[in-house]
């Protein structure tokens, strides 16, 4: 069974740093490009960024390019993004997505003073 | 920057054909996907590359795409069927995803 978890959730001030972490189980990891997308609650998804399998090339939303980085590591079968400078508007719940198709139940960061 | 143009809202009653639209330049070369989100749960894949349906899915979702548009068909909508859904594709290079605003489905 095909199975994401994120972690590293939080409240966190304006300009502050955090660490999202998203463990896989249950699929080859190394063989899927892996995203991630949020969604302010209430609002819709909003695609943040992806990494390809070999994880040597990242893409990244406008919004979050230059602040957030994406990374994975195959041998722990797992996906980060550390966020950096974060916004008040950057307040969202994280879900890991696997390609397309499973996604894990998400974390909600809140950025707020 | 890309978009995807989704209608808010759409409303039919149970049993009725339920046709949920998306526009994007981009979509004659690019995939659509569609995805179903019920209140408080992730966004589940109800159609991938414009017109396959995943596992588990039932098969009154269908998907079908005509130049600029791709449609999410429920055919025979059920009252279980109520969520939004949601299109998601590329932009022309293919490394940039967008999804749509997002289509409240009523039926009732």
């Known amino acids: 069974e095909v199975n994401l978890v994120e972690s590293g959730g939080g409240l966190v001030q304006p300009g502050g740093s955090l660490r999202l972490s998203c463990a896989t189980s249950?699929?080859?990891?190394?063989?899927?490009?892996m995203h991630w997308v949020r969604q302010v609650p209430g609002k819709g998804l909003e695609w943040v960024s992806y990494?390809?399998?070999?994880?040597?090339?990242?893409y990244y939303a406008d919004s979050v390019r230059g602040r957030f980085t994406i990374s994975r590591d195959s041998a722990k079968n797992s996906l980060y993004l550390e966020m950096n400078s974060l916004r008040v508007e950057d307040t969202a719940i994280y879900y890991c997505?696997?390609?397309?198709?499973?996604w894990g139940q998400g974390a909600l960061v809140t950025v707020s003073s | 920057s890309y978009e995807l143009t989704q209608p808010p809202s759409v409303s039919v009653s149970p049993g009725q054909t339920a046709r949920i639209t998306c526009s994007g330049d981009?979509?004659?070369?690019?995939?659509a996907y569609w995805y179903q989100q019920k209140s408080g749960q992730a966004p589940v894949l109800v159609i991938y590359?414009?017109?396959e349906r995943p596992s588990g899915i039932p098969e009154r979702f269908s998907g079908s795409k005509s130049g600029t548009m791709a449609t999410l068909t429920i055919s025979g909508a059920q009252v279980e069927d109520e969520a939004d859904y949601y299109c998601?594709?590329?932009?022309?290079?293919?490394?940039?995803?967008?999804f749509g605003g997002g289509t409240e489905l009523t039926v009732l």
């Open positions: 981009a979509l004659p070369k690019k995939y």
């Open positions: 249950g699929f080859t990891f190394s063989r899927y490009e």
């Open positions: 990494i390809t399998v070999g994880g040597r090339t990242a």
């Open positions: 997505v696997r390609s397309v198709d499973y």
């Open positions: 998601y594709s590329t932009d022309n290079s293919g490394n940039h995803w967008v």
């Open positions: 590359e414009d017109g």
